[in-house]
């Protein structure tokens, strides 16, 4: 009788290690960031081109329109403006963050209630030798483009 009472009082204890363990996991998702890879990894490229020089494939990078010229000669121009060519070629590109802010959690969330899981819009900081700001949009077909990009104060 006894090591029924104990075998019983295992399992209790092991239904609450597992719900403990539960809570805990979903505190930490919602805690835990989240962070568009391809979006970071299309702002790197695209720094990396302007560092080069070659306006040209950077800006097939762009929504061609808008913030970021509606022509390659529109786009250089605003390349020059935020002073991009002097200040994004010196120091190491060092990504500092990714807003607007998605936990793990969230994404959870998102999911159990049926809606799509990705970021449609993101802004990746960097400091390039001076603080820099690269704006991407997410097509529906899940390709990320810049859509605007600007230095600016810390």
């Known amino acids: 009788m006894a090591s029924r009472l104990q075998q019983g009082g295992r399992g209790a204890v092991a239904t609450a290690a597992a719900v403990a363990l539960a809570v805990a996991a979903a505190v930490a998702a919602s805690r835990i960031q989240h962070v568009p890879t391809d979006a970071v990894s299309l702002s790197m490229t695209f720094i990396d081109l302007l560092r080069a020089g070659e306006l040209d494939k950077a800006y097939e990078l762009t929504v061609k329109s808008g913030d970021v010229g509606r022509d390659l000669k529109g786009f250089a121009d605003k390349v020059r403006r935020e002073g991009v060519e002097g200040g994004a070629r010196t120091g190491a590109a060092e990504m500092r963050g990714v807003r607007p802010f998605q936990s793990y959690g969230n994404r959870l969330r ?33 390709r990320w483009r810049v859509r605007n990009f600007q230095s600016h104060a810390e």
């Open 110 to 142: 998102r999911w159990i209630n049926g809606e799509s899981v990705d970021q449609t819009e993101a802004n990746v900081d960097f400091s390039v030798g001076v603080p820099f700001k690269v704006g991407l949009v997410r097509f529906k077909d899940g």
